[in-house]
């Protein structure tokens, strides 16, 4: 009767631990916008948009996401909107993979097209759902709607937060407003001297499944935008869009110097949580035992 107690003893601790190490592994690796953009004080406007919109449950739900983020004076133009035209417009701000400067720094002379979180809600066409990101000349990156003609707008500014591979905020310039989401917001000129206005979002649809990549035609690798490059069917996008996958993107050991250092990572924390589950269980078995 005491053996059998003990095993059964023994076996609930071994339960009752593993599901509280379960717990904390979980909420090692869940975001939390509201918390992780507190200590910067310059997105604070753009944080309690994402509260007044109820977005910042669909982003705390996410694993995997990027936040393509303005400041509080860049957002300015876009807060007197009505609600459901504010809340399109940031969901195009969320783009559900994980991008930084280091996968960024990948694109070469390509464009790609990311879904946003506006994909998700069935209600995109023509593009809509998608953010076009394009290197242009002397290695600037700038963001536009995928929709035929829209321009690219914002330019990319630097990273705020880079957690691999959770999550991402970049810093951009203005805000991305698809056609149909309401009055578009143009991109400052350029000081005279200063290179070309940012061009027109390239016509192609995602080419293939995971974090699409449109590569540039060979002929034309001096133009700063592939805007001139040939476009597939809507039908024939929408077909790749929905099989696109969130696949976590490769790490690159030879980026620049520049590039930032990760600030965390989430995996090694749920490396060392499973080895204190074995460590654990170790320790009752042998309890048991004895």
């Known amino acids: 009767m005491g053996v059998s107690a003990n095993a059964n003893t023994g076996a609930f601790l071994l339960f009752f631990i593993a599901a509280i190490l379960l717990a904390l592994s979980t909420t090692c690796t869940a975001l939390n916008i509201t918390k992780s953009l507190a200590p910067y004080s310059d997105y604070s406007t753009l944080s309690d948009l994402f509260r007044k919109t109820k977005l910042t449950d669909a982003i705390n739900r996410r694993q995997t996401i990027t936040i393509l983020a303005l400041d509080n004076s860049s957002i300015q133009s876009i807060t007197d909107r009505s609600s459901d035209e504010l809340r399109k417009i940031l969901m195009n701000h969320i783009i559900l993979d994980y991008y930084d400067r280091q996968k960024i720094q990948k694109l070469g002379k390509k464009s790609a097209l990311l879904t946003t979180l506006y994909q998700t809600t069935g209600s995109a066409i023509n593009q809509q759902g998608f953010v076009n990101i394009t290197r242009i000349a002397r290695g600037e990156v700038v963001f536009g709607s995928a929709v035929k003609g829209a321009p690219l707008v914002g330019k990319l500014l630097g990273s705020v ?111 060392w949580l499973r080895v204190g589950v074995a460590a654990v269980i170790g320790l009752i078995a042998s309890l048991v035992a004895f």
Do not use: W, Y
């Open 161 to 271: 937060i880079s957690q691999p591979f959770n999550l991402s905020v970049l810093h951009i310039s203005t805000p991305i407003v698809a056609p149909g989401f309401g009055d578009a917001i143009l991109a400052p000129p350029p000081p005279p001297g200063s290179s070309k206005p940012p061009a027109a979002a390239p016509k192609k649809s995602p080419s293939s499944p995971g974090p699409s990549e449109e590569e540039e035609d060979e002929d034309e690798a001096e133009s700063p935008s592939p805007s001139e490059s040939p476009a597939e069917s809507p039908k024939a996008g929408k077909a790749k869009a929905k099989s696109r996958s969130e696949s976590p993107p490769e790490t690159d050991s030879d980026e620049d110097d520049d590039a930032e250092e990760p600030t965390s990572s989430a995996s090694s924390r749920v490396v």
